[in-house]
C-alpha cells in the first residue's frame, strides 16, 4: 500500500498517519521528494483501516498495491 501525502501536509500530519502504522504494527518507508512525501507500508493492507486513513489530515490518496497472479 502507498500512502501520498498532500503537498501541504504539516509535518504533525504525517507523524500522525506513521503512528497509526506503527500502532497497527506496519512497517513502512519514506520518501520525501520536492513536492510530495510518500510512504510505502509494508504489511498486509487488509488489516488497515483504509477509511480511517484516508480521512486522516494530511493524506492525499492511498493505493493498494494489487497481489500477483
Known amino acids: ?3 501520498v ?3 501541504n501536509a504539516h509535518e504533525r500530519e504525517l507523524e500522525d498517519v506513521k503512528q497509526y502504522l506503527v500502532d497497527h504494527d506496519f512497517d513502512f518507508h519514506q520518501s520525501t521528494g520536492a ?3 510518500i510512504i510505502g507500508v509494508i ?3 487488509d488489516t488497515a483501516n ?3 486513513l484516508e480521512s486522516k ?3 492525499h490518496v ?3 498495491i494489487p497481489d500477483e497472479t
Open 1 to 3: 500500500m502507498l500512502i
Open 5 to 7: 501525502m498532500r503537498k
Open 35 to 37: 513536492n510530495r512525501t
Open 43 to 45: 504489511g498486509d493492507p
Open 50 to 52: 483504509r477509511a480511517e
Open 57 to 59: 489530515s494530511g493524506v
Open 62 to 64: 492511498i493505493f493498494k
